[in-house]
C-alpha cells in the first residue's frame, strides 16, 4: 500500500481542512482511528473535525476527554463539511453505514479518503487505503502513521490505536491475529498505551444494570441444527426492565461462540426503529454472507444487520432456518 500512503501524504500536504467520520454506532477500532488520525493531522497544523451520526459510547469516551468527537447536527455541522478539502471515512467502506452524513459526504466536492478493512467496498472515494487481511483498520492506520511519522506516537495517539486493534480482535484472540499484531501492540505499549487500564476502561466499566441484562439474555438461548446454531435475544421490554440500551448489549453475542460444537451464533436486539442482527461464526464460515440475506455486511466471522420494523421473533425464525445452508 505504499502507493496509496504516498497519495494520503500528497493530500495532507494540498489540503488544510479535513472532517474524518466512522460508520453508525462507533466501535472502538473507528473511533480509536478517528481520535489517532486526527492527533497526526492536528500536530501538522490542518483544522480537523470528527463528526459521527452516533453519540460515542460511555465505555470509549476515555479516548476523547477534550470532548472532539461532535455527533452530527445538519444545522450545525453542515458547514464544516461543506469547507472540508479532504473528507476520511474510517472503519467502513460502505456510505450507507455514514446514515445522517451520507448526503453531505457525498455532494461534498471534498477529496475524498477511504481507509478501511471491511469486505466488498462501494465506490465513492477518491483515494481507497483498503487492506482486507488486516485485522482492524487500526492496523492500516498505524503502518499508515509509521509511514509518514515513524513509529514514536504520543500517549494519545498510542492508547487510540491499541483501543482499535484490541477490540478489533477481540482481545487479540479472533481469526487474523498474526505476529505483526503483537509486535504493533508491543510498540504502542512502549509509547505509552496502558493494556490494563484499557481493557478496564472498554470492558470493566458497565453498570449493574448492563450485568442484568446480560443474564436475561443468555436464559433466551436457543440451539438449533444439532447444536452447530446458537441463537440469543434482547426485547425492547429486556432493555426497560434492566434500564440499559443497546450500547449495553455489545459483545454479548460472542457468548454463543463459547458453547462446544457451535459454528454460528447470532444476536437480535429489539430496538425502537428495527431490530439489530449481531452474527458470529468460526472458521471458514463466512457468517457476513449470512447477514448480506438481511441487507448487513462485515467481516468473515463477525457481521452485522439492522431490519427497519422487523418482527423480531419472525427474524429469528427467518435468521435460524436461513443460516442452515452455510453449517459444516
Known amino acids: 500500500m505504499q502507493a496509496q500512503f504516498n497519495q494520503f501524504r500528497d493530500i495532507i500536504k494540498n489540503a488544510k481542512r479535513f472532517v474524518l467520520t466512522t460508520h453508525v454506532n462507533p466501535d472502538g477500532d473507528g473511533l480509536g482511528c478517528e481520535i489517532a488520525l486526527a492527533e497526526y493531522l492536528t500536530s501538522q497544523g490542518k483544522h480537523t473535525h470528527i463528526l459521527n451520526h452516533s453519540a460515542t459510547p460511555y465505555y470509549y469516551r476515555f ?59 462501494i465506490e465513492f472515494a477518491d483515494l481507497y487505503i483498503l ?40 482481545s487479540f484472540r479472533f481469526p487474523k491475529t498474526d505476529p505483526d499484531i503483537h509486535r504493533q501492540a508491543a510498540q504502542l505499549i512502549e509509547c505509552g498505551a496502558d493494556p490494563v487500564s484499557i481493557f478496564q476502561q472498554v470492558y470493566e466499566q458497565g453498570s449493574a444494570g448492563r450485568i442484568a441484562l446480560l443474564g436475561k439474555t443468555l436464559s ?25 440500551t443497546g450500547v449495553d448489549a455489545d459483545n454479548i453475542v460472542n457468548y454463543t461462540l463459547a458453547i462446544s460444537g457451535v459454528q454460528i451464533g447470532v444476536l437480535l436486539s429489539e430496538l425502537e426503529d428495527g431490530v439489530k442482527i449481531n452474527f458470529r461464526s468460526k472458521g471458514d464460515i463466512a457468517v457476513n454472507k449470512l447477514a448480506k440475506e438481511f441487507g448487513g455486511n462485515g467481516h468473515k466471522n463477525a457481521a452485522g444487520a439492522r431490519v427497519v420494523n422487523g418482527n423480531l421473533q419472525q427474524l429469528l425464525q427467518q435468521v435460524t432456518e436461513q443460516s442452515s445452508s452455510y453449517l459444516i
Not at 83 to 90: G, H, N
Not at 131 to 149: C, F, M, W
Not at 154 to 162: F, G, Q, R, S
Request: glycine share 4%; net charge negative; charged share 20%.
Open 131 to 170: 487492506d482486507e487481511p488486516s485485522a482492524a483498520t487500526g492496523e492500516i492506520l498505524y503502518r499508515l502513521l509509521v509511514h509518514l511519522q515513524g513509529d514514536k506516537f504520543t500517549k494519545t495517539t498510542a492508547t487510540a490505536l491499541y483501543t482499535a486493534i484490541m477490540t478489533d480482535t477481540g
Open 220 to 244: 433466551t438461548l436457543v440451539l438449533s441444527h444439532e447444536g452447530k446454531f446458537a441463537s440469543l435475544y434482547i426485547t425492547k421490554a429486556m432493555f426497560n426492565e434492566t434500564q440499559t
Open 63 to 121: 479516548l476523547d476527554p477534550r470532548g472532539d468527537i461532535q455527533q452530527f447536527s445538519p444545522v450545525q455541522h453542515t458547514p464544516m463539511i461543506e469547507q472540508a478539502e479532504a473528507i476520511v471515512v474510517l472503519d467502513t467502506n460502505s456510505p450507507d453505514r455514514l446514515a445522517s452524513l451520507k448526503e453531505h459526504v457525498l455532494k461534498s466536492p471534498a477529496t475524498k479518503v477511504c481507509i478501511d478493512h471491511h469486505l466488498d467496498k
